[in-house]
């Protein structure tokens, strides 16, 4: 009943047999409960969504598009749980309104003395834009703002500005209704001014084994929308080649990887824009962090072993990670297997030998050492088994007389020695003599803390000597079980995802010279291999564990399993990624691949090996990291290039992409200068303007416009490949403005294409 351009407002009537919200007295049934309302504005079989639910017989339907055919459909009314036939759909039409608020221009050129902006046109709300109006500060910055344009074009040029100046923006839109509610938000602009000043020195935030962390700031008083690239140089302390550059890009920060560890590097920034470079910042020096020394060498004992300790010596890694080892550890641990007791640190200190002591005779112990640098800790060493030799065992305490003694004998007993000198007791010997002679004889020898000493002659000569060998029996149980660390393989068939290598030490053969290993890696069957005590499990499932146990053979059968130890493969390298391009122009080609954002951060477990063809038919890495997008820079017009992409994770390098091939536009013609106006009589004047060479074998050819008066837009007077015109229509007292732009004919083989440069400045005669 009220149609507006933003709202409705939607009436209805109950159902035939409801009056008043009461049903009639000649029907009977549930009582009235409500209505539902429905609005489509994609035609009367589109998409309807509710605006309402409730027992009003109208409403006010808001937030409507101006302008808009929409459809209010499915008025029911609802029964306790049942509803009513929906009723026909009924259409309007919303009124038309002001246009809305317009986005703030934006900036398409910058010159020294002048601005080129354009925008876009809002939403007309149903009744065509009639004009923009662009108004600016005038570069004043006192926030008054004056008219500098109104018109239907979407671009306007301003001209006549000093070189870094800035100015302030904002556009309103008009249409039949009105101008739209407001202002565009302010926007500021600058013209560009001279090469930017030298920028401080690149700082470093972060360091790591291989790369550098910087970042960098903008030089002072550059404005804050002018474009300034920069470039990243950096020498190496001893390379003797000089700066190189690093990083050439818009971006503050930039991190240099593919570096030596404990490594000092050189590097200065350069900024440039339109106008030209600046003068290199100061150099700073950074170096890159050692890294954790590798595993010392197996200790081993120094001179002869003690029943009371001994002494141990071992070499520094082979590879001290870049860093001066700081100091060792040395770690011990009691029994023959170390890794069911606790390890104990027993010395820390620069030197590499040192006294084990205080040691009780006739026990096994375990040695390990690891090494500490600046660059971190290094993994423990193998361990080095030492057994103490044993020694006598000490007096026993006097013998006990058991029970009471008896006319031919006694009955003795004792305990075992305080001090049982690292080895079984094998034997107790009791030896016994009369209290008037001095001569003892032994009259017990066993095992027994007792004996009863009886009253004999004597003992009688021993036997002849004879000597036995107990039978050989399998081997023993294997030990040290573990697995070996990727950086510690040289074999090149080697594959994590897919290998597992492990070693162990040598058990006793007891006696029958070990034949070969047995593996057991789960429901396969069990490998067996030869006289070795390493071994490459090869043909495994990639990310799966496996439990591994090994056992010893001679020719006496298998020994008992050593104990089980987990291991997992690592992933297989990632498949290669879709490559593509974004974005391009005749010297540029930006390109995407994968899922993410352009800055992701480094820590990403995925990195991407990005490669060009050369000249020579090679290709050759662009970008190695973690992000998704990459710029190429610097190339030649209308020219094809080969890429192609790997993705690398912990497992290794994955296979490289199929090749891409992506080709750079032709390039437009610059802009050229106002062209040149001299009069010849009142009716008569000739135009000039600058000439430009042919580009890479394409002609080129000139288009003159005018505005006459107050005309709103230009129209052609000429087109073709003179560089002069001569204008024969003149009115006195009339205003007349040129410009002119060059247009690349591109003699393609499939077809001409014109490739239009931007029009020069007005100029008013």
Known sequence: SDIQARAVVLTWSPPSNFINGETDETTTGPELCGYAVLVSSTGKDGKYKSVYVGEETSITVNDLKPATDYYANRVQAEYNSMKGTPSEAESFTTLSCEPDTPNPPRIANRTKNSLTLQWKAPSDNGSKIQSFILEWDEGKGNEEFCQCYTGLQKQFKITKLSPAMGCKFRLLAKNDYGTSSGFSEEVLYYTSGCAPSMPASPVLTKAGVTWLSLQWSKPSGTPSDEGISYILEMEEETSGYGFKPKYDGEDLAYTVKNLRRSTKYKFKVIAYNSEGKSNPSEVVEFTTCPDKPGVPIKPSVKGKIHSHGFKITWDPPKDSGGAAISKYVVEMAEGPNGKRNKWDMIYSGATREHLCDRLNPGCFYRLRVYCISDGGQSAVSESLLVQTPAVPPGPCLPPRLQGRPKAKEIQLRWGPPQVDGGSPISYYGVEMSPVEKDE?????????????????????????????????SVPAIVTCLREISDDDIESSHYSPSTCLAISWEKPCDHGSEILAYSIDFGDKQPLTVGKVTSYIIDNLQPDTTYRIRIQALNSLGAGPFSHMIKLKTKPLPPDPPRLECVAFSHQNLKLKWGEGTAKTLSTDSIQYNLQMED?????????????????????????SYKFCIQACNEAGEGPLSQEYVFTTPKSVPAALKAPKIEKINDHICDITWECLQPMKGDPVIYSLQVIVGKDSEFRQIYKGPDSSFRYSSLQLNCEYRFRVCAIRQCQDPVGHQDLVGPYSTTVLF
């Open 615 to 639: 000249k020579n038919g090679r290709f050759v890495s662009l970008y190695r990291g973690p992000c998704h997008t990459y710029k190429v820079q610097r190339l030649s017009e209308s020219t």
């Open 440 to 472: 003892p004889r032994e009259v017990y020898q066993g095992s027994e803390v007792e004996c009863t000493a009886l009253s004999v002659v004597g003992a009688g000569p021993f036997s002849e000597v004879v000597a036995c060998v107990t039978p050989p």
